[in-house]
């Protein structure tokens, strides 16, 4: 008999339709993630991914189907605008709203933990600075280790690396590798296949026509799979000074055999 797997995650015939325009996005899209999974969501733009963390983390009501949480959730959107000109270390301590009290104030452990946070994504020396004058990527910095301070048992993160250069997309997916060793449930969605063949223990794939494909990343991203998906060739290629190491190459150049000459 396998090991039995706790369920932290889980959606089963989920699905949104736009209410202005009765089109469904999302269908019939069922999933289970145990706990110290890492999940990666990969699919074109427009495909829904956003709308499927908004429904997964309970931002937004499904159409059909249902979502099944065990534990506290921390949610990291694509983007944050407070109303408030807050510093990036009050950003973190909103993290710790959930353990402070509706009407308590942050205490000494509460300031150690939002600054402990921002040193763990490399993020300590922007404790001061105003959270709207940081840059995109320092932004997502101070998002996450918001999320991290929070103390969560889920991690649901909105395209994190979207303004990150090679640098930090490695501390930020290797951090969150380290929270799944740890125990901690990850959903990330992502326009770099090569963070799921890196990093993940599971991929969804979501493809245009409310098609979905879900697995570990070895089963679901082949290269016909991932050219499906992103609608162009894409190759995966053995990286022989990583053990087991694969790297998926986009073809952006048609083949030579397909190109005019005059």
């Known amino acids: 008999m396998g090991e039995?797997?706790?369920?932290?995650?889980?959606?089963?015939?989920?699905?949104?339709?736009?209410?202005?325009?009765?089109?469904?996005?999302?269908?019939?899209?069922?999933l289970e993630l145990a706990?110290?999974?890492?999940?990666?969501?990969?699919?074109?733009n427009g495909v829904g991914k956003s709308t499927l963390l908004r429904l997964l983390v309970g931002a937004q009501t499904p159409s059909a189907g249902q979502v099944e949480q065990r534990g506290r959730v921390g949610y990291v959107?694509?983007?944050?605008?407070?109303?408030?000109?807050?510093?990036?270390?009050?950003?973190?301590?909103l993290g710790r709203a959930g353990g402070i009290g509706l009407l308590g104030a942050p205490r000494r452990k509460d300031y150690a933990a939002a600054q402990a946070a921002l040193e763990r994504v490399e993020a300590g020396h922007l404790a001061s600075r105003p959270f709207p004058a940081l840059s995109g990527g320092e932004r997502q910095l101070?998002?996450?280790?918001?999320?991290?301070?929070?103390?969560?048992?889920?991690?649901?993160?909105?395209?994190p690396t979207a303004a990150l250069d090679w640098h930090n997309q490695a501390l930020l997916m290797g951090l969150l590798a380290e929270l799944a060793a740890q125990g901690i449930t990850v959903l990330v969605s992502t326009h770099a296949p090569q963070h799921a063949?890196?990093?993940?223990?599971?991929a969804l794939?979501?493809?245009a026509?409310?098609?979905?494909?879900?697995g570990s990343p070895g089963q679901v991203m082949d290269e016909a799979a991932l050219?499906?998906?992103?609608?162009?060739?894409?190759?995966?290629?053995?990286?022989?000074?990583?053990?087991?190491?694969?790297?998926?190459?986009?073809?952006?150049?048609?083949?030579?055999?397909?190109?005019?000459?005059?």
């Open 4 to 30: 039995h797997k706790e369920i932290i995650l889980g959606a089963r015939g989920l699905g949104y339709r736009l209410p202005r325009e009765q089109r469904w996005i999302l269908r019939d899209l069922s």
């Open 35 to 44: 706990r110290g999974e890492l999940c990666a969501v990969l699919g074109p």
């Open 77 to 93: 959107p694509q983007s944050v605008h407070p109303a408030l000109s807050l510093s990036a270390l009050e950003m973190v301590l």
């Open 142 to 159: 101070v998002l996450m280790a918001r999320a991290l301070a929070a103390e969560a048992d889920i991690l649901v993160l909105d395209e």
């Open 197 to 202: 063949l890196d990093f993940a223990s599971q």
């Open 205 to 207: 794939l979501l493809f």
């Open 209 to 214: 026509g409310e098609r979905h494909a879900f």
């Open 227 to 262: 050219s499906d998906l992103y609608r162009l060739p894409v190759c995966r290629v053995p990286l022989a000074a990583v053990a087991g190491g694969v790297a998926a190459i986009p073809v952006f150049r048609p083949p030579i055999n397909e190109v005019s000459h005059p």
